[in-house]
C-alpha cells in the first residue's frame, strides 16, 4: 500500500509538473498575443495573421486545461512518454518531450498495444484526474500471463458515468478499432457505418481534430463542415472539437446549406423521394425553360418616332441565342435583351430612316441606333415585355410559384403531390433544389453590383483599422515618457484591434453562413445515410476537394429519398476515391436492451449484424400496458421518477401523443433512460417506421421502458412486465 501511495505521488509531482509548463505557456502566449495587438510597424496582414495565431495558441492552452495528462506509456527500452490533450515540451530544449499530443505518431501505441501485438510497449497506465489531481491509475501489463483486466477501467468508467447535456470526446479512452479509423491516411471520401452506440460520430469528430493536427496548413483556413440531421444532434456534439482545441468548424443541418434559411419541417414521403432524386433535375430545368416564353401576340413598345412590335419569331431568336450562350438563366438575360433590342432597332431605323436613310451611311444608322436604346431602356412598356418574356429569377420565386400551379408541374412534368398551398414553405428536401437553383439561375446584375460595393466597403474598413492602428503605435513611441498616456492609447489601440480581429477571428464561420460559393477543405457528413441524391451534390459543391469523413448506417434509414447503398450515391462522384470502415462493437446500449432492439432488426433488416455491446447491465427493459388515457399519467410518473436520479432522460412516441417527442428527432442522441409511447403506432407511421422504432430502442444507456394501449410488436413481446435495479458490469472488452 505505501509503495502504491509513493507511486501515486510520483505521478501527481510529474503532473503538476506538467500544469506549471502549461501555466508558462499560457503566460507566455497571452503576453506575446497583446504585443502583437500593438504591432510594431509591419503591415496590417501580416499583424492581423500573428494575432489569429496568437488567439488560437491561448485557446488551446486553455481547453488543455481539463484532463491535461491522462496516461503513461512504459517501454521494454526503459523510456516513459507520458500522453495527453496537448505537446509540452522542455522550456530550453523544444525537442525533449514532457508531454505528448494524442495525435503524435509516438502516442498511437497508447490506443493499440494489446498484449497480443504490445508493439514494444511493457506497461499502459491511465490516470484517473479530478481537476488537476491524480485521484487514481489503473495499470495493464503487457505479456503478463493471464492479462490485466484493469486495462477495461477506464472505457467502463465513461460509458458507464451519467449522460451531460453533450457529447464528451473520448480522447482517454480511443480503442484500437477506433484509432485505427481516426489516423487513416485517406485523401478521399471515408465511410465509417457502426450500429448504434458504436461511437462512429465521437470517432469521425477525432478524426477532424487528428487532420487538423496533422494537416492545419491545408484545412484550417477554409475549415471543416459538419453535417448533422438537426438542431439538438449539433448541440449535443460541438463541445467535442473545442474540447480538443479546434475551433475552424462550421456545424450545421441539411436544412441549413442555403444561406438565409434554417429549414427543419419534412414533406410527404412521395414528395420527399421525388425532390431527393436526380429526376427533379430535369424539373428545375424545364421549370426555367417554362419562364423564357414567347408571345401569343405582339407586343408592342411605343418610341417618340416609331412604335415597335416584339413578335414570336424575333422574340424567338433571342431566346435560342440567349439559351445558346451557355450562360445561366439571370446572366442569359442580358444576351436576349441585346439580341431583341438590336432586332427592334434594326427594323424601326429601316422605317424611320425610309427614303433618306441607307446603312452605307452608318454613322448616322448607329447614332440613331443608340437614341432607339436609350428610349428603350426608360419605357415602361419595353421593361415590362422582358420582365414577361425573360423575367430575372430567384430560386424562392421559381420554385414556389411551381409548387402552387397544377398547369405548371404538369407543364413540366413534375408529380401533383408537390403541389401544395404555401409555395414558398420550404421543407428540407427543398433546400438542394434551391441551392441547384443559384447556379441554373444565377445572379443578376443588382446583386453583383451589391457584392461589388460590399467588397469595396470591406477594404475601407480594414484600411482605416490599419491606419489608426499606425496613428496609435507611433503616438506610443513619441510619448514614451507619459505613462497614462502611453495606458490609455494602448487600450485603445488593443480594443480597435479586437474589434476588427474579432470580426477576423470570426470571419470563417460568418462567412461560411452567409456565402453560397464558401468551399471547405472537408466535410463531415453524420447520419449521412437520411441525405439523397440531391443532398449529395450540394455538399460535392461544398468540398471540391472531396475530402469526406461520411458517418451512418443503413439499417437506420428513414428518409425515402435516403442511401440504400453507399456505393450508389459516392460512385457518381469519388468512383476511385472511397473506402469503407466499419465499427462492431457498441459502447452504449446495454446487451439487455440491445438484444430486443435486436430483434426488431432481424425483423427488418436481417441482413444486417446488430453490433455487440461492450457490457451487460442488471436493468431488465420492461413493458406497461395502459389505456390511451392513462399515456399521460405513465409518462408522468417516468418523468417524476427520472428527476429524482443523475442523468437524462426522454420520451419517445408517435406524433400525436402529447409529451412525445419522434424518434427522429433523437437520431445520434443518447440518454440514460427512454420510454417508448406506443410501439407499433411508430412502426405502423411509414414506409421505415421499423427504422424509427429501432432508433428509439437504442437511444438508452441504463434503462429502457415501453408503455402501449395496441399489442407490441413481435420483436418487443419478451419484455418483462417491470425492470429491476442493477448496476453495468463487463461482458467485452474491446482490447481482447
Not at 121 to 126: D, N, S, V
Request: net charge negative; aromatic share 6%; hydrophobic share 40%.
Amino acid at each position: 500500500m505505501a509503495e502504491d501511495d509513493d507511486e501515486l505521488r510520483s505521478e501527481q509531482d510529474y503532473v503538476t509538473g506538467l500544469y506549471e509548463r502549461l501555466d508558462a505557456e499560457r503566460a507566455r502566449a497571452k503576453a506575446n498575443y497583446r504585443e502583437a495587438l500593438l504591432g510594431d510597424g509591419e503591415s496590417l496582414a501580416d499583424r492581423d495573421a500573428e494575432v489569429r495565431a496568437l488567439a488560437r495558441e491561448v485557446k488551446r492552452l486553455d481547453v488543455a486545461d481539463y484532463g491535461l495528462c491522462f496516461g503513461r506509456l512504459d517501454a521494454l527500452s526503459g523510456e516513459r512518454s507520458y500522453i495527453g490533450r496537448i505537446g509540452l515540451f522542455e522550456a530550453h530544449n523544444d525537442y525533449e518531450p514532457l508531454l505528448l499530443d494524442w495525435r503524435a505518431p509516438a502516442a498511437r501505441p497508447f490506443y493499440t498495444a494489446t498484449a497480443a501485438s504490445p508493439e514494444n510497449m511493457r506497461r499502459r497506465r491511465q490516470f484517473h484526474t479530478r481537476g488537476r489531481r491524480v485521484v487514481e491509475y489503473t495499470d495493464e501489463t503487457f505479456g503478463r500471463p493471464g492479462g490485466d483486466a484493469q486495462g477495461d477501467a477506464a472505457l467502463l468508467a465513461a460509458v458507464n458515468a451519467p449522460r451531460g447535456d453533450g457529447m464528451r470526446d473520448i480522447v482517454a479512452t480511443i480503442q484500437a478499432e477506433q484509432d485505427e479509423i481516426i489516423r487513416l491516411d485517406h485523401s478521399g471520401v471515408l465511410v465509417i457505418e457502426g450500429g448504434p452506440g458504436t461511437g462512429k460520430t465521437v470517432v469521425a469528430l477525432h478524426r477532424v481534430a487528428y487532420l487538423l493536427y496533422t494537416q492545419r496548413e491545408r484545412i484550417e483556413r477554409h475549415g471543416v463542415l459538419v453535417v448533422g440531421p438537426n438542431s439538438a444532434f449539433l448541440n449535443h456534439v460541438d463541445r467535442v472539437l473545442p474540447s480538443l482545441g479546434e475551433s475552424s468548424v462550421v456545424f450545421c443541418t441539411p436544412g441549413d446549406l442555403v444561406p438565409g434559411l434554417h429549414v427543419t419541417a419534412e414533406d410527404t414521403a412521395d414528395a420527399a423521394a421525388f425532390k431527393g432524386s436526380l429526376k427533379i433535375l430535369d424539373v428545375l430545368a424545364a421549370a426555367i425553360a417554362d419562364r423564357q416564353r414567347l408571345p401569343e401576340r405582339p407586343l408592342e413598345i411605343e418610341l417618340a418616332d416609331v412604335t415597335m412590335r416584339i413578335d414570336a419569331e424575333i422574340a424567338g431568336w433571342a431566346r435560342d441565342e440567349a439559351r445558346g450562350s451557355g450562360q445561366p438563366h439571370n446572366q442569359a438575360r442580358a444576351v436576349f435583351v441585346d439580341i431583341l433590342s438590336w432586332a427592334l432597332t434594326e427594323r424601326a431605323i429601316a422605317r424611320i430612316g425610309r427614303g433618306w436613310l441607307t446603312r452605307e451611311d452608318r454613322t448616322a444608322w448607329e447614332q440613331l441606333r443608340q437614341n432607339l436604346l436609350t428610349e428603350l431602356a426608360d419605357n415602361d412598356q419595353f421593361s415590362a415585355a422582358l420582365d414577361r418574356l425573360w423575367p430575372t429569377l430567384t430560386p424562392q420565386e421559381l420554385l414556389s410559384s411551381l409548387y402552387l400551379s397544377p398547369e405548371r408541374l404538369h407543364a413540366v412534368g413534375a408529380p401533383q403531390a408537390l403541389l401544395r398551398v404555401d409555395g414558398d414553405a420550404w421543407t428540407v428536401s427543398d433546400v438542394p433544389l434551391l441551392d441547384e437553383l443559384v447556379d441554373l439561375l444565377g445572379r443578376d446584375q443588382a446583386a453583383v453590383a451589391a457584392d461589388r460595393a460590399a467588397k469595396q466597403e470591406r477594404n475601407y474598413e480594414a484600411e482605416y483599422a490599419a491606419g489608426v492602428l499606425d496613428m496609435m503605435t507611433a503616438r506610443e513611441d513619441l510619448m514614451d515618457d507619459e505613462d497614462h498616456l502611453i495606458a490609455r492609447d494602448v487600450i485603445h489601440a488593443e480594443a480597435l484591434a479586437d474589434r476588427f480581429v474579432e470580426r477576423d477571428t470570426r470571419e470563417l464561420a460568418e462567412r461560411a453562413a452567409t456565402d453560397r460559393d464558401w468551399t471547405y477543405r472537408h466535410v463531415v457528413v453524420d447520419e449521412a445515410q437520411e441525405l439523397s441524391e440531391m443532398d449529395w451534390r450540394v455538399l460535392m459543391r461544398r468540398c471540391p476537394g472531396r475530402s469526406f469523413t461520411v458517418v451512418g448506417d443503413l439499417a437506420q434509414r428513414r428518409s425515402a429519398a435516403g442511401a440504400r447503398s453507399w456505393a450508389a450515391m459516392l460512385e457518381p462522384y469519388v468512383p476511385d476515391r472511397w473506402v469503407y470502415r466499419s465499427l462492431s462493437v457498441n459502447y452504449r446500449t446495454p446487451a439487455e436492451i440491445m438484444s430486443v432492439a435486436a430483434a426488431l432488426l432481424a425483423e427488418f433488416a436481417p441482413d444486417v449484424v446488430p453490433p455487440e455491446s461492450v457490457r451487460a447491465c442488471g436493468v431488465r427493459p420492461w413493458a406497461r400496458t395502459a389505456a390511451d388515457g392513462e399515456f399521460a399519467s405513465a409518462i408522468e410518473e417516468f418523468v417524476r421518477d427520472e428527476a429524482g436520479r443523475v442523468g437524462t432522460s426522454v420520451v419517445i412516441g408517435p406524433p400525436d401523443v402529447p409529451g412525445t417527442v419522434l424518434a427522429s428527432e433523437t437520431k445520434g442522441l443518447e440518454f440514460d433512460a427512454v420510454l417508448v409511447v406506443e410501439p407499433q403506432r411508430i412502426v405502423d407511421g411509414g414506409p421505415r417506421g421499423a427504422a424509427e422504432l429501432y432508433v428509439a430502442l437504442t437511444r438508452a444507456t441504463q434503462r429502457l421502458g415501453v408503455v402501449h394501449h395496441d399489442p407490441l410488436p413481435p420483436a418487443l413481446a419478451g419484455l418483462t412486465e417491470l425492470g429491476v435495479e442493477g448496476h453495468c458490469s463487463t461482458t467485452h472488452s474491446r482490447s481482447e
